[in-house]
């Protein structure tokens, strides 16, 4: 038998002073009771109760007994309010995790709005362009770029990541904006190491697809640096609207070939799939979908 019930059946009969008073506020039969209280006296070899045909008296152990009863029945009680008050009220620490880009440009300022609405929880933010696996290394969510989701999560989709050819304003006056991405060739690419070696920008138009090799001066695995080249003028960079948007609204890169389109990548906020996630959770979630997402008032009720 479970011995915290038994705990509290004892509890009950004492409280209410006989087994069928007890069973009655516990939903029990009085055979059920006795049973219970039997089993604890087994347990511990000594009796808990004096029965007589007219009530049922505390021994020394008993009442001792039940004292460390009520302690422990009101310990789990307390958990269970804890646990309770992590389900409802968003607290606590929340770890999340996101690539580079697209965490310090498009996430940090919905997370800095999440932390001004929802002042106990704090947000462990950490960057990194490797596909980090949130189940085994303790995240509570995640942002994942491309359509493989890792099946164990559970997935909601974001806005689409476009992708942008851009340059500086001093390359464009030296080269002159390209009519065709087969233009692209003659000049400096510079490349993301993640992409691979052998890595081509696809560009699309009116049905019609053009894949340029991505050969030139410089390689990095961070786009920041990237973007920092391209603005230096040393060459053409493809990146993310996350990196790009400030760049290109301030003038400090110009879009190449605005004609032609490049892929896009589907982006999803992931967590783990427990049946009632904690408030932090769930609240954090909702937050990222109604300002990054496509349709968060629809997806909202299925996630």
Not at 122 to 130: A, K, Y
Request: net charge neutral; aromatic share 6%; charged share 20%.
């Amino acid at each position: 038998m479970d011995k915290l019930r038994a705990m509290e059946v004892f509890v009950a009969a004492v409280d209410t002073g006989s087994f069928a008073a007890a069973a009655e506020l516990l939903d029990l039969s009085a055979v059920m009771v006795g049973k219970h209280i039997r089993t604890l006296e087994k347990q511990l070899g000594a009796r808990l109760l004096e029965r007589t045909t007219r009530r049922h008296a505390l021994t020394e152990i008993g009442a001792a007994y039940l004292d460390r009863c009520r302690d422990v029945l009101a310990g789990v009680h307390a958990a269970d309010g804890v646990a309770e008050s992590l389900r409802s009220v968003p607290q606590g620490v929340l770890r999340v995790t996101a690539p580079v880009a697209y965490g310090a440009h498009k996430l940090t300022p919905v997370i800095g709005d999440y932390i001004a609405t929802y002042p106990q929880v704090q947000v462990d933010l950490h960057l990194n362009d490797r596909v980090i696996d949130i189940v085994e290394e303790g995240f509570d969510c995640g942002i994942r770029s491309g359509a493989a989701v890792d099946e164990r999560l559970i997935a909601r989709p974001l806005a689409l990541a476009r992708m942008f050819a851009v340059a500086s304003p001093g390359w464009v006056a030296r080269h002159g904006q390209p009519k065709h991405p087969s233009e692209l060739e003659a000049f400096a690419l510079l490349s993301f190491a993640a992409w691979g070696s052998s890595h081509s920008w696809r560009f699309t138009r009116d049905g019609q697809t053009v894949h340029v090799p991505v050969r030139g001066p410089l390689t990095t695995n961070n786009g920041q640096a990237l973007l920092a080249s391209a603005m230096a003028g040393v060459g053409v960079i493809v990146q993310s609207d996350a990196l790009l948007d400030f760049a290109l609204a301030s003038g400090q890169v110009v879009q190449l070939l605005p004609d032609w389109e490049l892929p896009t990548r589907q982006v999803h906020i992931v967590r783990l799939p427990e049946p009632r996630p904690s408030a932090k959770i769930r609240t954090f979630v909702d937050f990222v979908a109604e300002r990054l997402g496509q349709h968060p008032a629809s997806e909202r009720a299925n996630f």
